[in-house]
Structure formats: structure tokens, C-alpha cells
DNA sequence: CTTTTTTTGGTGTCATCGCTCCATAAATCC
DNA sequence: GGATTTATGGAGCGATGACACCAAAAAAAG
């Protein structure tokens, strides 16, 4: 057998960190999110982290290798009204008019910036920013993926007809979900958004199979 | 009588100008229109404009007002499929149909950038860039405003039901419009975006009142 | 011609960018 | 205690950002 790992927590090495790492990463990926990775400036990172340079280089390898995170973070953190909502009971209409619902409340939220930190970020940038342009561009396509996913499932259940056109719903509620982020950037209510959210969904009702 | 102006246009005074303002104003507008105020630099700028920096500030006052006029140019210019295809005739269902699809074609034209210059710009930005950022909210909204004065012309003509929520049924358009541009920008292709609008008019038709 | 007007090319400036270096501080290990 | 290890504070780096300055060039006006 092999020594079992020390289950009382060691306090490591050297001399301790004076912050937390999580978040410090939280508090930079609330200001990418409301400012994009190119409109925030190395000093206003480590000015709302409350660390130096040295503490900055000391755990995250670089400016960009920290937005990587700070999305990565967001995804799962901020994100899961999107997967959970998808997965919810009902039935595909009320899955994604649930999941735009939640988008809507997500998109205004009083304690967070507005809007969706993926949906409209990096759109617009330097080729110096390819990378994570790309990054970004994957992140919205794996959520329209599972969004087809679903609407797929739900051919399958018999709730869609057999001829539904999947990956094309899949990217008009992308190109909702993206839009509805716009608009909560420039300032749109909750409810402006839950009427966007609702107007979309309708397109789903109308092609939606009653058993 | 005031003495006649000039007809015949008598050359200017000084040096003559070794490059042409319009053009050059172009240039500068295709690259903002593909990396955004904050991802396009000043050597990027007269580097495509083939012009010394005392030639483009002889012209142009900053780069901020080189971005003003160039949003400008692009709303009068590259814009006008917008207004052109919602003063179109066959109703206000029609008319919109025509609009979204207009903009699938105008996104994915191959001797442009993708997307929509307005679309998509300075959602996300620094603090410094709140008047530019200002003024593109102030776009969308008045993007917005036209298609729910075409909405409010649409009920008046009997086309709409006299209930018809114009507002959000704007809001949802300029939505779906914003996001067909993210979707653009992202490699897109003409006929996804077109699907994309095709499913976001038939919200209309759904609720047109057929004579 | 000279004067006046306007544009141009080239160089310089000053702030900010993301990032690095190093001596020191604060902890554990022996 | 000393050695080792890790984190910190602070100064500073080269590159790039937008922009300013000025003498020279190229035209019309007198």
C-alpha cells in the first residue's frame, strides 16, 4: 500500500501569500468583464487585486494568461445559469425559454457588471490579440454546440419535429443570447431583456410538435 | 444683388494636399470597422492612411474625432441598407424580412470587414473611451428608434394589431441585429446569418394581422 | 522676384504599457 | 540559532502609445 498523503493541512513552505489567489482572480475578472482585456491596463489589475507587480508575476504567468483564467472562471462560475437552465425539466421550449429568462436576470445583475463577459468580447481587436480572439470565438461556439445539443435531444423526445433545423436555431438563439448581451451593456432593463428573451422563445412554441 | 461666388473652383491657396481627405477616411474607417478604437494605434492609422503624422493631424483633429467621423461615415455609407430596406414597400413584416436579410448580406461582404462597425463597438472599454462608448449606445438606440417608429407606422397602417408591443418588438430586432453582427465577426457565413434572420422575422408574421 | 499660405517630413516628447530585477521579509526545516 | 524557501515592496526597464514642433517644400498672390 502505497503512505497515505497528510490529511491535516501543512502549512506550506515559505513565507505565506498576503492574499487570496481566487480572489484576487474574481476581482480581475469582474473589471475584464465590465472593461474587455484590451480597455484594462496592468496598474487598474493589480490596483483592485491590491497586489504589487511581484505578487501579480508571482502567480499568474502573464496579463493574458490571467484573462484565460478570468474566462475560464467566468464560465463556470457565472455561467452555469446557461447549462443548468438547458437542463431543466419540461421539455426544449421551456428549456431555452427558461434559459433566456435566466439570461435576462444574469445579463442585470446589481452586483456584477452587466451584461455577458463572452458574448461580445474581443469582437473588435489588434491582431496582437488573435489568441485570445480565438479563445473567445471557440467559447461561443461551444455554447451554441450545446444548445444544438439540446434542440437535437429534443427531436429525439419527439418534441421537435424530425425536420427541425437544429444548427440553425441553435445559432439564431446564439445570436439572441449575443444581442440580448449588447443590450445590457447599453443599459437595457431586466425586463427589456425578459421581453427579448420571451419574443425569441416564441419561435421555438410556434415549431414545437404538441404530442 | 450680393457679387456671384465663384463658380469655377480657383485652386486653394497653399501647398496642395498630397492625399485625398475622403479616401483616406475610408481607410481609417475599414480598419476601426475590423479592430475597434482601442485595438487600432495611431501608426496603425497612418500607416494605412499613407500619411506622416503632421499630414493627419493637419486633417484631423485626434484620433478620437478620426473615429467620430468615421462612425459617421460608416451610418451615412456602408448603413444605408438599414433605413433603405425598412422604407420598402409589401408591410411592415416585409419590410423588416427584407432589413434582416440586408444585413446578413452586408455582414459577409468580402471586400469589408464582417460584422457591423456599430454593432459590436466599445461594449466593452476603459473608463477613458465613455465618450466614445456614449456616443455608439447613442446609435444602437437610434437604430433602434427607427425600426419602432416603423413598428408604430406598421399598426397605424392596420398592418400590426393595435396592441402590438412596438418597443420590445424593436428591442428584440435591434437584439437579434447585434447579434447576427457578433456571429459575423466570428467567420459566420452569409447563409448562417441569413437563417439567423429569416427565424427572427417570422416573430412578426406570427403576429401580422392579415387583412 | 518676394511674400503669404498651406502641407509635408522628420524628430522629439511625455505618459503609459506590460513586465523584470533584487534586496528584504516571513514562514518552515534542520 | 542558521539554512532554506517563498512572497513582497519598490525601483526601473524597453517598447509603444498619442501627439507636438519646426524647418523645408509647394503652391497662389502681389
Known amino acids: 500500500m502505497t503512505p497515505k498523503k497528510e490529511c491535516a493541512p501543512r502549512r506550506p513552505r515559505g513565507r505565506p501569500p498576503s492574499f487570496d489567489r481566487e480572489t484576487a482572480l474574481s476581482q480581475a475578472m469582474t473589471l475584464f468583464w465590465d472593461r474587455g482585456y484590451e480597455g484594462t491596463s496592468f496598474d487598474d489589475l493589480i490596483g483592485v487585486m ?26 463556470r462560475r457565472e455561467g452555469a445559469w ?63 454546440a450545446i444548445m444544438q445539443a439540446r434542440l437535437v435531444d429534443g427531436v429525439r423526445m419527439g418534441e421537435l419535429p424530425e425536420d427541425a433545423d437544429c444548427a440553425g436555431l441553435a445559432a439564431y438563439f446564439s445570436a439572441v443570447i449575443n444581442g440580448m448581451g449588447v443590450q445590457a451593456r447599453d443599459g437595457a432593463c431586466r425586463e427589456k431583456l425578459q421581453h427579448i428573451g420571451s419574443l425569441a422563445a416564441s419561435v421555438l412554441q410556434g415549431s414545437a410538435r404538441s404530442k
Chains 1, 2 share one sequence.
Open 50 to 75: 491590491g497586489i504589487s507587480a511581484s505578487s501579480f508575476y508571482n502567480s499568474f504567468a502573464s496579463k493574458e494568461a490571467l484573462y484565460m483564467e478570468a474566462i475560464e472562471a467566468y464560465a
Open 82 to 144: 446557461f447549462t443548468q437552465a438547458l437542463e431543466s425539466d419540461g421539455g426544449v421550449a421551456a428549456a431555452f425559454r427558461t434559459m433566456l429568462d435566466a439570461a435576462a436576470i444574469a445579463f442585470t445583475r446589481r452586483d456584477a457588471p452587466s451584461g455577458c463577459m463572452i458574448a461580445v468580447a474581443a469582437t473588435q481587436c489588434s491582431p496582437a490579440q488573435s489568441r485570445l480572439r480565438q479563445m473567445l470565438i471557440d467559447q461561443r461556439h461551444g455554447a451554441e
